[in-house]
């Protein structure tokens, strides 16, 4: 089955994922994730993405951003991709490809999902039982967004800005929100959008996007055969015609 074109469109948030090739370690020293961030802040500028959230685990990085053309995006991970892999390669002593072949994206619908894709990203080291609290871990954009300290790379997002007046309300409120478990079901759901490269969003959403993009944007309805209550209907339907 040919695999459907990316879905990059400006202005609208997206969740990256990209991993090891391999499920291989990325990130070995504090000095690697200086230099990723580094060169991530230098990129989003380079190419007009806007970075809400980030977090960079061991072997994979989850980013929050918005692009400001059809294929900021890409640019920004194709370009940090090959310098950091040079850097890695370089530093470790080492030869041949880091990253996965395809990094992983999902258009966000800001309204319903932004604050919610931002929590999981930052909530990756407390999944993987590295830290008990977001806080505590160093590599993410949670020191920016809920503990206060001002990472440059950080553009926040209108959704963000509105959570208070000032900075020190922005942040309580921001983290207020992780008092609450994300439910096992969306964990799911931004999972599987993005690893299929579907649209995270609800129904109004999804159709603006295939309607802009002209792709589909979900994946067809298991049992789309003769098995399925749909096909039975529409069959019932048509035999009445």
Known sequence: MARLPRLNLPNIPQHIVQRGNNRQVTFVEADDYVVYLEKLKYYAKEYEVKVHAFVLMTNHIHLLATPTTSNGVSKLIQSLGRYYVR????????????????????????????????????????????????????????????????????????????????????????????????????????????????VLGNDKFKQQVEEVSGRRVSPLPKGGDRKSGAFLKSKEKNQRL
């Not at 309300?169 to 599987?192: C, G, M, V, W």
């Open 87 to 198: 850097y890695f390669n370089q530093t470790y002593k080492r030869t041949g490809t880091l990253w996965e072949g395809r990094f992983k994206s999902t258009l966000v619908d800001s309204d319903n999902y932004f604050l919610i894709v931002s929590r999981y990203i930052e909530l990756n080291p407390v999944r993987a039982g590295m830290v008990a609290h977001p806080a505590e871990y160093t590599w993410s954009s949670y020191q920016h967004n809920g503990a206060g300290k001002v990472i440059e790379l950080i553009t926040e997002h209108d959704l963000y800005t509105q959570l208070g007046t000032r900075p020190e309300q922005r942040q309580a409120q921001y983290r207020s929100l992780f008092e609450r478990d994300i439910p096992r079901y969306t964990l799911e759901e931004i999972k599987t959008a993005t690893d299929k490269m579907w």
